[in-house]
């Protein structure tokens, strides 16, 4: 059990002018930054840093260390964060590191390994191994931004705003800029008029006035740099030299306990970064966290402002929420959020239909499908194809196939195929009224099966020429509204690529009679017979062409093997019993 917890109000924004005025406020913070120095906090160094990334990690802290002389550096984020609640034993995905060192400082001592990206939000990697990246932040990486030319202070410091103040077109918000800066100005006793009325110059305040304690400098910055973090739990650091971990935001209780929770107020952190919403869905969907009831309120009050974000990290960010083994939780929390709305427009349609309209804010995860809503079975053949695609990341015990590199073309070929499979079942409701039910939303049988039984090729055969063409009127209407070239129209997000869809329709039709001639391996479009097609395959000629067009289409890098093709397949094929069964 973890001792001595710290306060949740450690780190309460107080002005820098504020924090000097006296012996007796400097001792009160003083006493109340020595509160987060966690020393009984059951992380070890020798095994938390003792393997894969952490061991890297670690050789980057104590290089910079030793070079950089009078430095910190510190491992933040999620690490930390793994090692509380789950023990030093665990191995994180990433490890890392923040530093007080200045980026030059930080580049003069790693050498041409260390580089720096990032417009808004400057973040250095260094390269540990041939393919593997360590993050380290600076703590000066505080100071501003430059946007359109003009250096920017993001309002942290100069008013309770936080975020860079754009006007609702998303243009720079001059005007704001300037009051804030009007506003920091009479704050730090620069302002004449004050001068003036207080008849003498005030004694200037800096660091300088705390040189003489290099312990408090250190936990100050520590502290001030705590507020810029996204959730108390990502808000901890450990310190490797000192075998301490600082918790100004009560991160230690939350991880312990399981709570998502801003370190500011919800509103001020997500409108300072939307994208910051896409990572409280992925703490609650990997690690069973709860998010608290005001992040669930922000984040269906904030879901349209995520189209304002970059469409890069956006589109990395949902593939980092589908691609490590948790994609059916993800698409629930999407849709209890909202998110789904903007993110998959298609697919929340889709949903629509069949799940519960929520009015509160309590997400129900294991009873979000019900019979009463699902009628016709399709969220649970959603979702059930979601969780076997999941177990073949994870690769369980129980999985048929095993996924080793998670690609976007094959989550986006699962949440596609459900959709198009209900279009079918729509035109053809009529005509094949006595159709089993569970075959509705199961793609049209394995070519290979079928082959040599002359009755039942030509019905298969219209089957699969219906199954194409409906997945190209679904993957058609996602392009429109969500591909990163089309213009922007509302709140949709930009997330996919031509070239992405054309691979989740190879992954798709690649048991039908098109490849039936093509053999194992790597699957290219060039193996397929698209003449087999009724309409001799020209629409799909049509969509490759647009694609070469834009130069999205990369055939050797986003052609799928065999073995993906498979396990999609045995995804979609997961839903065999029908609804009614399951529930009696």
Not at 36 to 48: E, K, L, Q, T
Not at 265 to 274: A, F, G, M, N, R
Not at 572 to 584: A, D, G, I
Request: neutral net charge; hydrophobic residues 40%.
């Amino acid at each position: 059990m973890v001792k001595n917890l710290p306060p949740t109000d450690v780190c309460a924004d107080v002005a820098d002018d504020e924090r000097f005025t006296g012996p007796s406020r400097a001792r009160t913070l003083r006493q109340t930054l020595a509160r987060a120095i966690v020393r009984d906090h059951g992380v070890r160094r020798a095994r938390a840093l003792g393997s894969g990334h952490a061991r890297g990690a670690a050789r980057v802290a104590e290089t910079l260390r030793r070079r950089a002389k009078g430095v910190d550096v510190y491992v933040v984020g999620g690490a930390v964060r793994d090692w509380i609640a789950r023990g030093d034993d665990c191995v994180p995905r990433d490890v890392d590191l923040a530093t007080s060192a200045t980026y030059d400082e930080a580049r003069a001592a790693l050498g041409r390994r260390m580089k720096t990206v990032g417009r808004r939000f400057t973040v250095g990697l260094v390269r540990v191994d041939d393919d593997a990246w360590i993050e380290l932040a600076s703590f000066e990486s505080e100071s501003g931004e430059v946007v359109d030319g003009v250096r920017v202070d993001d309002g942290r410091r100069a008013s309770e705003g936080g975020e860079t103040p754009r006007k609702p077109c998303g243009e720079l918000d001059l005007d704001e800029l300037l009051r804030r800066r009007r506003v920091a100005r009479e704050r730090s006793g620069d302002g004449s008029g004050e001068k003036r009325a207080s008849g003498r110059r005030r004694k200037a305040t800096t660091t300088s006035t705390v040189s003489a304690d290099a312990d408090f400098q250190r936990l100050l910055a520590c502290a001030d740099n705590a507020q810029r973090r996204d959730f108390t739990v990502n808000s901890m650091y450990y310190d490797p030299f000192r075998e301490e971990v600082l918790d100004f935001c009560n991160g230690i209780h939350d991880a312990l306990e399981g709570v998502v929770r801003t370190v500011r107020p919800t509103h001020t952190s997500l409108k300072e970064d939307p994208v910051r919403m896409l990572r409280a869905i992925r703490l609650a969907a990997r690690h069973g966290f709860t998010m608290t009831k005001g992040l669930r309120a922000g984040l269906r009050a904030y879901a349209p402002t995520l189209a304002l974000a970059s469409s890069r990290r956006v589109a990395q960010e949902i593939e980092t929420l589908m691609h490590h083994g948790y994609a059916a939780r993800t698409f629930k929390l999407l849709w209890h959020s909202t998110i789904l709305k903007h993110a998959f427009p298609v697919q929340f349609e889709f949903l629509r239909q069949r799940l519960p309209r929520k009015s509160t804010l309590t997400y129900e995860m294991e009873s979000l499908v019900t019979p009463e809503r699902d009628v016709d079975g399709g969220a649970r053949a959603f979702f059930d194809a979601l969780e076997a695609y999941d177990a073949c990341v994870r690769h369980d015990a129980d999985a048929e196939h095993r996924i080793a590199e998670p690609a976007f073309a094959q989550w986006l070929a699962i949440v596609v195929a459900p959709v198009a499979l209900e279009k079918i079942r729509d035109a053809d409701a009529d005509a094949d009224a006595e159709r089993d039910a569970v075959d509705a939303w199961t793609p049209p049988p394995r070519w290979s099966t079928v082959r040599d039984d002359p009755v039942a090729r030509e019905r298969v055969e219209a089957r699969w020429h219906a199954f194409t063409f409906a997945t190209l009127d679904v993957l058609d209407d996602m392009l429109e509204r969500s591909a990163m070239d089309a213009p922007r129209d509302g709140n949709d997000l930009a997330l996919l690529t031509r070239a992405d869809c054309a691979s989740a329709l190879l992954l798709l039709l690649a048991h039908g009679p098109m490849f039936a001639d093509a053999q194992r391996g790597e699957l290219t479009w060039n193996d397929a017979d698209l003449d087999r097609l009724s309409d001799g395959g020209a629409r799909v000629r049509a969509s490759f062409a647009r694609a070469r067009r834009r130069g999205e289409w990369y055939n050797a890098s986003k052609s799928p093997s065999a073995a993906d093709a498979d396990a999609v397949r045995a995804c979609l094929e997961r839903h065999r019993t029908p609804m009614s069964e399951t529930h009696h």
